[in-house]
């Protein structure tokens, strides 16, 4: 009998070798003459275990943390492959770490068990489940369904989703598209690359089931150029849906029609943002568009478009097979399901952490990131992306939750967590937040185009001690300019992570005047 | 991602005509081109403005709004060092600048032997794993400052058995 071994195949574990291990591994057991069947998985999302190798066992998986190929010989003289758990690298069954256990995972329920372009695998754990059901409702069925979910736009906007929906089956049209927004372009965030290569079936059901709810027959996934992998595996899964009849002119034999097609953005964070993304789409540059009109009324082509993110739409196989009501369960307040949390930067167990909605950052941080990865005392935290604002020590007790966060001016966006120790330079980081904006920004409206350039001239001049005082005064002004001028987030969120800075660490932006 | 030089207009244009007919066809058009002949030809420009039924400058806003596309023909090898925040934190500052050191170039700019190039990229969605950097189409996690030594002498070995 072969041996199960799986070795993952996410650009994490790719980036730390997992290809050469799995070689390794496949060269070892064929020289000593043992039968292996190597499966590349998904990633379980336990990123600083990564590359995480699992032998399949009577108990369950166990798993091996950060092989390397240099150690694989030594592995099997040590029996890996039959699950020796006394090897140092060993950390036992997978599934019974606490990491993974604690995590009420919806969305990622098959993340780093399954092959991902495997449909088989994909349809033994609940997959296709949720399209099957949308197949015999009507359209104002499936809508009312992720309504009743109480789902929110997991880009970032948190918009509820069925709302969204409802717009765009309520406008007629001959056409009207399903754009998903894959331009996960915030630092410090991972979820919709890791759907994209650990569960790609899930983001195609999701995005068909949005196109039978409003009546949609053609979907684009606009993926970053960052994601090589996740273009190779959607594209990859996307063929195997057509040949399976999940995609295409009638679907299982329904007479329900919808084509999937992947575009690749060309390296550019504006088109994260939805109407940028519709004209990058088009064809032109991704320049924002002034709102109203609304995408789902006006939106590619002209015609009424459902934009959602990755996320959103991962969601909805899960509200469809089990309910609305059964997401709705979790979370608190207005903040229903679950949110795949992203820990990132300077941590020590960093990587996907799916929750309902509630938990605070600190246990987060603590609980499941376990501290910093120096070993030095954390100091700031920012969530949400560049635009996100700094969070001081005095605010890490902040429930997960939409309307906290916005209460004390930050934001949740797409969940991404990145921790820097005591050794960040909090005016550097404030300075880079205007620079981020003037490499970035679309150049359509002023505030954000000319603004983020004077922006960094201005924090330049207070942190060399230039007119410190007035020029202190400037930076407060064109915050609240950009803020109150721009036409999207990028200009009108920018400040955020400034303005935060100058607030909780005023002094890391002046010391160095001072000390000049 | 390496150039190559055989291209002509025809080929060009056969690329062109295989994907013109999709909405939105100009990035996809561009993707194409680049992926075939490591960068995008000025020549090239009024091939796709003709196909396309637009100007040539609406092409050539198009390319030159996107940090992806290229007019000139590639290094041998890019390198894209991570500069946001998840990599801040991690010290991808002082990786830029032993790159920059190693390498004797700034960003957007090409060794003297044309062998890397140098960019900035904004996340490539390794966080967790920071620093982070992409030489050609494979990303490199916990990039220390000697892990990156290492993956441009590998870069280096691999180019001399070239020839």
């Known amino acids: 009998m072969s041996r199960r071994i799986y070795v993952p195949c996410d650009t994490t574990a790719l980036s730390l070798g997992a290809d050469k291990v799995a070689e390794a591994i496949r060269l070892e057991a064929e020289k000593r003459d043992i039968p292996v069947e190597l499966i590349r998985n998904g990633s379980r999302g336990l990123l600083w275990l990564e590359p995480l190798v699992e032998i399949e066992t009577a108990k369950g998986r166990v798993g091996y943390a950060a092989v390397e ?177 999940y995609l295409g002119a009638n679907i299982l034999g329904s007479g329900k029609h919808f084509e999937l097609e992947v ?139 939409y309307e906290a966060f916005s209460a004390i001016g930050a934001v949740l966006g797409h969940g991404g967590v990145v921790m820097f120790d005591d050794t960040v330079n909090m005016g550097e980081q404030a300075r880079f937040s205007m620079e981020f904006c003037k490499v970035e920004s679309c150049g359509k409206c002023t505030p954000c185009r000319i603004g983020s350039t004077r922006g960094v001239e201005v924090i330049d001049r207070i942190r060399r001690g230039n007119s410190a005082d007035k020029n202190w005064m400037l930076l407060e002004d064109l915050c609240e300019t950009m803020i109150d001028g721009s036409l999207c987030a990028m200009g009108g969120m920018t400040p955020f992570p400034v303005q935060s800075v100058m607030k909780y660490f005023p002094d890391e932006l002046k010391a160095r005047g001072e000390s000049a | 991602m390496s150039s190559n030089a055989e291209w002509t207009m025809q080929s060009i244009q056969l690329i062109i005509d295989k994907l013109k007919h999709k909405p939105g066809a100009m990035l996809p058009i561009l993707h194409a081109i680049q992926d075939e002949i490591g960068f995008i030809p000025d020549k090239a420009v009024s091939l796709i403005a003709q196909s396309l039924l637009q100007t040539r400058a609406e092409v050539h806003g198009v390319i030159s709004f996107y940090h992806h596309f290229r007019s000139t023909p590639p290094a041998r090898h890019s390198i894209e060092i991570c500069r946001a925040e998840a990599c801040q934190a991690m010290g991808c500052r002082s990786l830029e600048q032993h790159a920059k050191k190693t390498l004797g170039i700034d960003y957007h700019q090409t060794t003297a032997d044309r062998s890397f190039s140098l960019e900035a990229v904004y996340c490539l969605g390794n966080c967790a794993t920071a620093p982070s950097v992409r030489i050609d189409d494979a990303i490199h996690g916990r990039v220390s400052l000697d892990k990156f030594d290492a993956l441009i002498a590998e870069h280096q070995k691999d180019m001399k058995e070239a020839g």
């Not at chain 1, 449909?119 to 009743?148: C, H, M, N, T």
């Not at chain 1, 590619?300 to 990755?310: A, D, E, I, Q, S």
């Not at chain 1, 991962?314 to 229903?336: E, W």
């Open chain 1, 263 to 401: 575009r690749l953005g060309a390296g550019a964070y504006i088109c994260g943002e939805e109407t940028a993304l519709l004209d990058s789409l088009e064809g032109k540059r991704g320049l924002v568009r002034a709102k109203p009109p609304l995408p789902a009324i006006i939106g590619l082509f002209g015609k009424p478009t459902v934009v959602n993110n990755v996320l959103s739409l991962a969601a909805i196989p899960y509200i469809l097979d089990k309910g609305g009501q059964a997401y709705a369960d979790y979370g608190m307040g207005r903040s229903r399901g679950t949110l795949p949390l992203q820990l990132a930067g300077n941590v020590r167990q960093g990587g996907l952490v799916e929750l309902a909605f509630g938990i605070t950052l600190r246990e987060l941080m603590q609980d499941f990131g376990n501290g910093t990865l120096t070993g030095r005392p954390l100091k700031a935290v920012q969530v949400g992306g560049p635009l996100g604002a700094y969070m001081p020590a005095s605010q890490w007790d902040t429930p997960v939750d």
């Open chain 1, 69 to 245: 190929p240099g150690q694989i010989s030594a592995l099997f003289e040590a029996g890996f492959v039959n699950g020796n758990d006394q090897h140092p690298s060993c950390i036992g069954l997978v599934e019974a770490l606490p990491y993974l256990k604690k995590q009420q995972r919806l969305t990622f329920a098959r993340a780093g068990i399954t092959d991902p372009v495997s449909l088989k695998d994909y349809e033994s754990l609940d997959g296709y489940q949720g399209l099957k059901k949308a197949l015999k409702l009507e359209p104002q069925q499936i809508v009312d369904e992720v309504k009743a979910s109480g789902l929110r736009g997991r880009g970032g906007a948190a918009f509820p989703t069925g709302i969204k929906w409802e717009t765009v089956l309520d406008t007629a049209s001959e056409q009207k598209y399903i754009v998903c927004n894959a331009d996960e372009g915030d630092s410090g965030t991972f979820a919709d690359r890791l759907v994209m290569e650990c569960d790609p079936f899930m983001l195609i059901e999701g995005m068909t089931i949005a196109g039978l709810a409003v009546r949609a027959t053609q979907g684009y996934i606009y993926l970053r150029s960052e994601y090589p992998v996740a273009h190779r595996l959607l594209n990859e899964a996307i063929d195997k849906a057509y040949q399976a009849g």
